[in-house]
């Protein structure tokens, strides 16, 4: 759908980086399950192990998925900003190249929802 602007944007968006403190915001979808509709956001150290992140953070706030518990971790297929990426589970979001405002997005093989059907 089409949009037209109705004028110039004439202040500064507040999600810029100088904003968050040293973290930066990403957001993760976890594919074909839609029971979570929508990627999630997340404030966070740069500095904090993917497989930290993964645990403390994402887990908690989908681990009501019955699917979840099936998750390896080392089996992930992983995109970052719309691109395949092959991250290392013990580096940094840093050093994994995720920057401020990345999209992350993993697909489970082998989980595809509820009965199959991406719920």
């Known amino acids: 759908m089409a949009t037209i602007s109705i004028g110039e944007y004439k202040f500064p968006p507040a999600d810029r980086i100088e904003n968050y403190g040293g973290d930066i915001n990403i957001y993760v979808c976890w594919e074909h399950h839609l029971l979570i509709p929508c990627p999630?956001?997340?404030?966070?150290?740069?500095?904090?192990a993917l497989i930290d992140f993964l645990e403390q953070m994402f887990r908690p706030d989908h681990n009501h998925h019955p699917e979840y518990a099936k998750i390896d971790y080392a089996t992930l297929v992983w995109t970052l900003d719309g691109?395949?990426?092959?991250?290392?589970?013990d580096a940094s979001l840093r050093e994994n190249g995720v920057t401020h405002m990345s999209y992350l997005s993993f697909r489970a093989p082998g989980l595809d929802?509820?009965?199959g059907d991406g719920v």
Do not use: F, S, T
């Open 113 to 115: 929802g509820v009965n």
């Open 83 to 89: 691109k395949p990426w092959a991250p290392r589970l």
């Open 40 to 48: 999630a956001a997340y404030r966070l150290p740069p500095d904090i």
